[in-house]
């Protein structure tokens, strides 16, 4: 086991902020972090919600003001997190369009908003909280993604927007490691893939899917943090799945 394993194998996480706390997957994620004993839990939704807890910290963020970002890193440099997660994403959006089967439903307004979503968001977040991580310490950003955002697992097609905004949100994932690996040898930026998970984003497309292959929530989340835990240097720059096999670029 080389160094680097050594350090992130059992490591454990006395700070922690989840954006997108009010979601099927980020409050899992908030409650898991609890169950598990993190001393400091930052958990961030648009509206404010977040599981409630001596631990927790809720707090308001919105992409569409970057400003309220840099606001709430701002609040959280005096106890900074030792882990990020970025939990927010959109497959349907709100007034019931969905993803596009076929490249003659390409709309820009709809791309644009898939876009601002599951890419430019979580961008936003990295600039705020990267600079937050301590040089010399193991630290973690990691941003739910999806295997149809992997180009060499592509072999159907379709979804055009949200594969698009995912595949952008692991070369952003890519391109964040390579930056942050000069200066912080310990960290560590990755993307995950939850697997189909019950929630309100998968909830349209779950009447096909094989016995077995839905996942609750609180076992997602604790797939998910599994998996961080063994997340060294050497993966930084990668998707990884629930299982914690890297899915192809």
């Not at 631990?55 to 900074?80: C, K, L, Q, V, W």
Request: hydrophobic fraction near 40%; proline fraction near 6%; aromatic fraction near 6%.
């Amino acid at each position: 086991m080389s160094d680097a394993q050594e350090q992130a194998t059992g490591a454990s996480v006395n700070s922690a902020a989840v954006f997108g706390a009010s979601g099927g997957i980020g409050r899992a994620l908030v409650e898991e972090l609890a169950d598990r004993g993190v001393d400091r839990i930052y958990a961030g939704s648009r509206s404010g919600n977040a599981p409630e807890g001596e631990t927790i910290i809720p707090f308001r963020f919105d992409y569409e003001d970057p400003a309220s970002i840099e606001a709430t890193a701002s609040i959280m440099a005096g106890h900074p997190p030792q882990l990020v997660i970025v939990a927010t994403g959109v497959l349907t959006l709100p007034d019931g369009t969905g993803p596009e089967r076929s490249y003659k439903q390409l709309d820009c307004v709809t791309m644009a908003r898939v876009l601002q979503a599951n890419t430019i968001g979580p961008a936003l977040v990295a600039k705020a909280m990267l600079p937050l991580f301590d040089r010399k310490q193991r630290s973690v950003f990691a941003a739910l993604s999806a295997r149809v955002g992997s180009i060499g697992d592509n072999g159907i097609g379709g979804w055009h927007s949200y594969r698009a905004s995912k595949a952008a949100l692991n070369m952003l994932v890519k391109n964040f490691a390579i930056e942050l690996g000069r200066t912080h040898k310990q960290a560590v930026v990755a993307s995950l893939h939850p697997g189909t998970v019950d929630t309100a984003l998968s909830e349209p497309f779950q009447s096909n899917l094989p016995d077995g292959q839905l996942t609750e929530a609180q076992q997602a989340a604790h797939n998910l943090l599994s998996v961080i835990e063994g997340l060294t240097p050497d993966h930084s720059g990668h998707q990884f799945d629930w299982k914690g096999e890297r899915v192809p670029d």
